[in-house]
């Protein structure tokens, strides 16, 4: 059972991470819950089809339909982010003050509510998918010790949305007039860290075949494979030996959202 | 666009060629890898052809050699596409079911 909930953890932290995040991220922002439940609900549907279908999506593109898959995904999870976070320099600060005044202007806030839901949809599939996969692994076959691994598994569930809410509530011990910064820094983080992680798909897939050399390797400063490891990949795409593609993918993202907030954060003269 | 499209498959093709090596067979039973010593060539890329004979899936993971990958079971098969390695040893796990391996590179 212990095992079994250790499993689930790990897979769940990353969702468990960035459902934190984006609620922090829509602190104040009316029917913001709504999306996020929409967001958890159709990533988890979503896995349960994907774990139904993983040998049959496994198989296609020449067996590399998995990674693909996983690439395309991730890929506009970081467009979502970028999108959410442009929008937000750009409106960000007329919409606090909206908001504050008279509570109107409620479909501003939300133009990109539906961004991060499906950021969380994207984040809560990719990782729900291998729970139910274990999972379901484990009731198919029975017998007597399926009952406590299930339990396990709902525990360790519990224990990711439990990460949500530290993160949740981490992220609100920050003062209101830094949190927008804070959590518009921690998504392009996340993004830029979801862009390596797809470019490392295509590697895999066997799309990307240059800068593929290793630069460095700190797995014995911090492995991957702990728990702190495995924070730090979600939170700021640590890797323990990236090289050269992903470190450019990680750069680019970064990059790329620094211009363009800058360019649209700019005050309005009109 | 002719002639760069003919480019770029030529260039596929010889990728393709590069990959060639035999796979590497490797296969899940019992919550076992066998073999449970994978022994590669330095600094050559190389395909493990996995077959997951447990009921259950499994996901193949590994940071060392930057792989993870679910296999679905009961005869689920996946190929691995491992980069060219430095001499060393490289870790994988079951992630689900906790089979343990390694790749030595040498």
Known sequence: MLSALLIVFREVIEAGLIVGIVLAATQGVPRRTRFVLLGIVGGVLGAM????????????FE??????FNAAILGIAVIMLTWHNVWMA?????????LKEAGHEVATGQRTLSA???????????EGSEVVLFLYGIVAQGG??????????????????AISVLMYLGLLSIPAHRLFQVTSGLIMLLAAGMAAQA???LQNGGYINIFNDTLWD???LLSEDSIPGKLMHTLIGYVQAPDGAQLIAYIAVIAMMLVLMRLFGKPKTA | MKKFLLGATALLFMSGAAMAAAPVELTLKDHKFSPAEIHVKARESFVISFTNNDPQAEEFDSPALKVEKVVAGKGGHGNIRVRALAPGRYPFVGEFFGAKGVVIAE
């Open chain 1, 63 to 68: 067996g590399s339909g998995a990674e693909l």
């Open chain 1, 199 to 201: 470019v490392l798909f």
């Open chain 1, 116 to 126: 991060l839901a499906i950021v969380v949809g994207v984040a809560v599939l990719r």
């Open chain 1, 218 to 220: 700190s797995s014995g």
């Open chain 1, 90 to 98: 750009s409106h960000g600060r007329q919409m606090a003050r909206e």
């Open chain 1, 49 to 60: 089809l994907v774990a139904a279908f993983a040998g049959e999506l496994a198989g296609l």
């Open chain 1, 144 to 161: 007597t010790s399926a009952a406590g691994i299930v339990t396990g598994g709902a525990l360790g569930m519990l224990a990711g949305a």
